[in-house]
């Protein structure tokens, strides 16, 4: 299995444009989480969805922030407009729902806004 | 008070001797409990999961859970260079589905 799938590895934007980080999660997973990673406040849960579903989005920051899971291939995670607060490495993982807890992680995409 | 609170470290052993990682968490009502290992630039990845409460040993990995003290640890056995790294302590919540918290994680750093 090719593992999660994130595009883009590293993106540099400047305040105020538009962020979209995309992601492919494992064929057959079925909950698939945005995860935000930086070193003050370590590895924060941004959203979560279920069979396509968001089902919690308690963590993303302000409506700046928005995800989409349109089919269980394929999710987005958009930022708009960006802020340099938002720099931070984005993950996007996937897992089987059977409550074993082990997520798979893509390699993340590290952002820069300047 | 955080969900899930671990000591940054650096915690320095030298090769060979015997890695204790600590975990407290603020949720009693918590079941699942798992260690995840980055490397520097690289994606966090199980190493270890536990869910009731005593020892779980898995190679040179051992979990170990007490759950009415919040508490959960990893020890590493004959620790060597190449687990240096950050261990991330990971927490289910009461949400009725698989929701993590993570604690920000202790760097490790075996010196050979």
Redesign the interface.
């Known amino acids: 299995d090719a593992g999660v799938i994130q595009s883009p590895r590293h993106e540099v934007t400047e305040m105020g444009q538009e962020v979209t980080l995309r992601c492919k999660p494992i064929s057959g997973h079925n909950?698939l989480?945005w995860?935000r990673q930086t070193m003050m406040?370590?590895?924060?849960?941004l959203i979560?969805f279920?069979n396509n579903v968001p089902?919690?989005d308690s963590g993303m920051p302000e409506d700046r922030f928005s995800a989409k899971m349109p089919n269980a291939s394929f999710s987005t995670l958009k930022i708009q407009p960006s802020e340099p607060r938002d720099s931070a490495v984005y993950?996007c993982a996937s897992?089987f729902?059977d409550?074993?807890?082990?997520?798979f992680?893509?390699?993340?995409s590290r952002l820069t806004v300047l | 008070q955080k969900e899930v609170e671990q000591n940054s470290g650096p915690l320095s052993v030298p090769e060979g001797a015997i890695a204790s990682l600590n975990c407290t968490y603020s949720d009693r009502v918590s079941q699942?409990f798992?260690w995840y290992r980055q490397y520097s630039g690289?994606?966090?990845?199980?190493i270890m999961?536990i869910y009731s409460n005593g020892d779980k040993e898995d190679g040179r990995f051992t979990a170990q859970l007490n759950k009415a003290s919040q508490y959960v640890s990893l020890l590493i056995r004959d620790s060597q260079p190449s687990d240096s790294a950050t261990y991330?302590c990971?927490v289910?919540t009461n949400?009725g589905?698989?929701?993590?918290?993570?604690?920000?994680?202790t760097r490790l750093l075996v010196s050979p």
């Open positions: 909950s989480f995860y406040r370590g590895l924060e849960l979560y279920n089902i919690d993950f897992s729902l409550h074993t807890g082990e997520l992680f893509g390699e993340g | 699942s798992f690289k994606s966090p990845e199980l999961s991330l990971a289910t949400t589905f698989q929701k993590l918290v993570f604690g920000t994680g």
